[in-house]
């Protein structure tokens, strides 16, 4: 079953507004980051993992590795969408968010994005995923 | 000459501030595209080129249709980074911007990104860049 | 019956993120003007008045004049707030918009602004609340 | 001499851009006070006062209390402005800080904002300013 088939993991939904869509309406592209960035710091939170405690609570953290984002379709000012996460692909210390955004008036597909994260020493380097978080991971993968 | 070799079309210089970074003093990953959507705007701005005209003065635009963003270096609150624009590949009807991060203080790359714009018809559909247009990019490309 | 007795004309519930607190857990100050420019924009567009097409529409429109805020109680990262408009005062061409942001938890009141209004010709000058705004105005004060 | 008289203890020039105007290209009210705390931060950190490092050095730090700003002239899209920070008025436990955003096309004053700080101790309660740092203040205040 593909990652896009499960239901999401959290969402948030909300209408852009003025300060997310440029002159001519068009979604600016980095508006999706900030949201995205709520929606996944929340689901931690609710999760019991909160990201700031990480470091102390467990002696490793998670860093952002890398992001990427398609724009599939024009949104604009006013549109409602609702940002799905999931957990994609996991990797030795590496694992992947996967963001889908929905316009809610059709449910059309209008975004896609990925956040790859690494788990990392206190001092920022590289570890392998620990066990138990790699526990989290998949049963989150699996939810 | 790979493009990296080339001085950038046009960059900013700032201190990341608290807005910027997070509780461990590390980046958002959502930090660097309104930077970039800054610097890549009034570059267009100062090349008699701003975006919101486009459609009316030349009877197409561009929208962005994906970005990638590779964070390579941790940077943290008060560093100071010079982020520069290049032009990049440029296709049929899509071409692309990419932007490098650069801790000021050391020279270290520490970010890097790509924009990836498409040339469209008034009513959003691709279309094969303006000739004038690609002049102008290859033009950037050389620069 | 003062304003705040009043049911709010509009509100929304959210979360406080990483990217609206500082190192300290503490709001940015800036945090909550995003936030009511949305709550704002989103009450008059499900009212029927687009900012964008006002001016188009009625031949008047209307920009920001002033802001207040008073950050009464710390909140702080992951803290759900309700941020709640209301209409204030109406005067001549000038008029109030009031937010109150509660602590949901406790429903306590951590902070409070105004957002001061004017009605403007299409060249910017300020012109007498237009009688149909001014009954508008004066319904949602009642509301 | 007023405060208006006296040079600018720091400032940073900058151009608008599409994410800080709306589709009018009127300046969104939120704009300034994320490049007020960029200019403020900044200013602490070059005087060797990190803002998120006081509590631990000196067993105080600040907290916001209330911002004012009023918008006096319309700014649009790509003007180029200048933020400049003042210290105004120093009482028992609060001071201010005094922003004039400058057009720097015709040097008009198009915006002034406050922002008014409070000394607190390490759990949050209002004290009076420190000796040393209200010398530091009105130093700034002469400067």
Redesign the interface.
């Given at each position: 079953m593909s990652s896009e088939e499960r239901p999401a993991l959290h969402s948030h939904t909300?209408?852009l507004?003025?300060?997310e869509?440029?002159?001519?309406?068009?979604l600016?592209?980095?508006t999706w980051?900030?949201r995205?960035?709520?929606v996944l710091?929340?689901f931690m939170?609710l999760e019991g993992l909160?990201?700031?405690e990480l470091?102390d609570r467990f002696g490793w953290?998670m860093?952002?590795?890398?992001?990427?984002?398609?724009?599939l379709i024009?949104v604009g000012?006013?549109d409602e969408i609702r940002l799905e996460l999931r957990v994609g692909e996991i990797r030795t210390s590496a694992f992947v968010f996967e963001f889908r955004m929905i316009r809610v008036a059709d449910g059309v597909l209008v975004g896609r994005a990925s956040?790859t994260d690494v788990t990392v020493s206190p001092d920022?380097h590289p570890v392998r995923i620990p066990v138990e978080f790699r526990e989290r991971l998949e049963e989150w993968a699996r939810r």
């Open positions: 909300f209408r507004s003025y300060g869509t440029d002159p001519a309406g068009i600016y592209y980095g980051f900030r995205m960035e709520s710091s929340e939170y909160r990201q700031d470091k953290w860093v952002t590795r890398a992001t990427e984002c398609e724009y024009a000012l006013f956040v920022g």
